[in-house]
């Protein structure tokens, strides 16, 4: 066998854009995760407590592994890639680190399902299309790894479409949450399909295709589920409403949960846990 | 057909002594058989207890989930907690099917549960503050449950027996994952020695009242004698405990960490742990929903409960 690909020169030239989208995709799904944790023991009900835990656990397995990508390039180690990085550095979509409801996940949480279908269901969407195309990506480890989280991602997302079509279904009180929850996540979902300032740069490496391609593939793909349950959605819902996350914009909610997140981390950061 | 007939007309003494008889000689119960009432309400009381503990199990490490300070023992922890709410599952859907004849569902385990009528297991009523608690309870709550599992793997009703195979299997790999945690900080800095020590302080009298009274003389009541009868489990609640020292007592030692009990000894003559006794009032007190952490994790859960009801009216609406 030859060597990992990894372990070869890369070009100077494509390593700020390679870096970015590994960026955006570890922390994307790192927070994600995180939140998903959170629900952890709160869900409607038992089966969906065992179900959620699992898609969470497969997305933290998937930041875990992007993590890697980045310290085969030189970025760090992965734990302080994960843990240690202030929220200006983060790459991660507004839309992903935005608390689940009211409350704390230890104490009077009063968790939003109907913002966790549709956060969970768009985001998986858009990684499924992400992820199609990274398959064909001109940086080889990015494109094996994506070939191995392809195959989860299909459950994924036929878990989330499910519960999103039967709440939307349901009408009454279901759907007028359901479209209260579709109504925010759009307001911040172009902050989740953006790719940052060098989205040229990644598509001119054939990194990844244009972010406009694959915004184009998001709505066509999400446009007969929309019809099918009479939900008028356009192109021009699609907002950046808290900021642009991937710039470095972030809102409170990920300071709280980075604290959270890395305070075991941090008691110290050199010892080993 | 004729077999069939002729247990219609027996009187309910010669189904019960056939019963006895068939469990006596090892054989198996299924939900459909025949069983008597007491055997029943035994097993819908232990079985129902038991997967609502591994639920409720889930909130004092559910705490440390988000925590893990890394990124594999994250992946670690939550696959651990899942599986707890996997057992939880399994052994609800198992209680079911026993409430099925009372006209019992799921809802009434949870409403039970919320009343305080349906008791869950005492360690889970205490504090988890540390990481060291997060590791403790899974080397040393999930050893002492695979002690208590393992003695009822031939247990006379088929679907529990069948569950609990399944289930201890996990637990090992629980257990593992507790020792790995806690060797890590066993042979860590000092702060993180400190650290598992403390825990092992805070988690050990739990840990005592883990495998319940020896007899019923200490709180009053013991199913033990019942569950024995039935061949649902073989060993008494001492024999138990005694087993979880010999098993653990050296491991926690070797890892260079204090029993907080200097009394405690192996005694030669008698072959048993000599211990301190827990205080059983407090234990008493601690399933009554009493203890440190009972009434905020019931909260918690009854909040999810509520918050989440417009899903299951949607969900009943569409089915």
């Not at chain 1, 690909?5 to 790192?30: E, R, W």
């Not at chain 1, 959170?38 to 969470?56: K, R, T």
């Not at chain 2, 305080?116 to 360690?123: P, Q």
């Not at chain 2, 996990?170 to 650290?195: D, P, S, Y």
Request: with cysteine; aromatic share 10%; hydrophobic share 40%.
């Amino acid at each position: 066998m030859t060597e990992p690909v990894n372990k070869m020169p890369i070009d100077a030239k494509v390593m700020p854009a390679l870096t970015s989208l590994l960026y955006q995709l570890a922390d994307d799904d790192f927070i994600l995760a995180y939140r998903g944790s959170e629900w952890l023991g709160l869900a409607p009900h038992i089966e969906e407590d065992v179900a959620f835990s699992s898609i969470s656990q497969d997305t933290m397995g998937h930041a875990a592994m992007f993590y890697q990508l980045l310290e085969d390039l030189g970025e760090g180690k992965v734990d302080s890639l994960a843990h240690a990085r202030k929220a200006a550095e983060r790459r991660n979509a507004v839309l992903l680190e935005a608390v689940n409801g009211p409350g704390h996940y230890l104490s009077a949480a009063q968790y939003d399902w109907a913002f966790a279908v549709a956060r969970n269901y768009f985001y998986i969407q858009s990684k499924k299309i992400r992820l199609d195309s990274l398959k064909n990506s001109s940086y080889q480890p990015l494109a094996e790894l994506a070939l191995k989280v392809n195959m989860e991602l299909y459950y994924h997302l036929l878990h989330w479409k499910t519960w999103f079509i039967q709440l939307m279904q349901a009408g009454g009180e279901a759907r007028t949450r359901m479209e209260a929850a579709v109504g925010k996540v759009l307001a911040d979902f172009e902050g989740v399909i953006t790719l940052g300032p060098l989205a040229k740069d990644m598509a001119d490496h054939g990194l990844i295709e244009p972010e406009e391609v694959l915004k184009q593939r998001w709505l066509l793909i999400m446009k007969p589920v929309f019809e099918s349950i009479n939900l008028a959605v356009s192109e021009a819902d699609l907002a950046m409403k808290n900021g642009n996350g991937r710039i470095g914009e972030h809102t409170a909610d990920l300071d709280a949960a980075l604290a959270t997140l890395s305070e075991v981390y941090n008691i110290n950061p050199a010892a080993s846990w | 057909m004729s077999e069939a007939l002729f247990f219609q007309e027996m009187t309910e003494e010669q189904k019960y002594e056939q019963f006895m008889k068939r469990i006596n000689a090892g054989e198996k119960i299924e939900a459909d058989d025949w069983m008597p009432e007491d055997y029943r309400m035994t097993l819908i009381k232990l079985i129902s207890m038991h997967g609502i503990s591994e639920i409720m199990g889930a909130l004092p490490e559910k705490e440390w989930v988000p925590k893990a300070p890394s990124l594999k023992r994250k992946l670690g922890i939550m696959a651990k907690v899942q599986d707890e709410m996997g057992h939880g599952q399994l052994l609800l859907r198992v209680a079911e099917d026993l409430m099925k004849p009372l006209g019992k569902t799921r809802e009434d385990i949870m409403q039970d549960l919320f009343s305080g009528k349906l008791k869950f297991h005492n360690v889970f009523h205490m504090e988890a503050p540390t990481w060291g608690d997060a590791g403790l309870i899974g080397w040393l709550v999930d050893g002492a449950a695979i002690i208590t599992q393992t003695n009822m793997l031939n247990a006379s009703y088929g679907p529990y027996a069948r569950a609990l195979k399944r289930i201890c299997a996990e637990e090992v790999f629980h257990a593992q994952h507790g020792e790995a945690i806690i060797m890590a900080l066993a042979e860590g800095t000092e702060e993180q020695k400190v650290m598992v020590q403390e825990a092992v302080n805070r988690w050990w009298e739990a840990l005592l009242m883990f495998f319940g009274p020896g007899d019923a003389s200490t709180t009053g009541t013991s199913k033990q004698d019942t569950t024995i009868k039935y061949r649902i489990r073989t060993k008494t609640n001492e024999d138990l405990r005694q087993d979880f020292f010999t098993k653990y007592i050296p491991r926690v030692l070797s890892l260079g960490l204090k029993l907080p009990d200097e009394t405690m000894h192996f005694d030669q003559d008698q072959e048993l742990w000599v211990y301190r006794q827990p205080d059983w009032n407090k234990f008493k007190d601690i399933i009554k929903n009493n203890g440190p952490k009972s009434q905020e994790r019931l909260g918690l859960r009854r909040k999810a409960y509520e918050t989440n009801k417009w899903v299951h009216e949607a969900l009943n609406t569409a089915n």
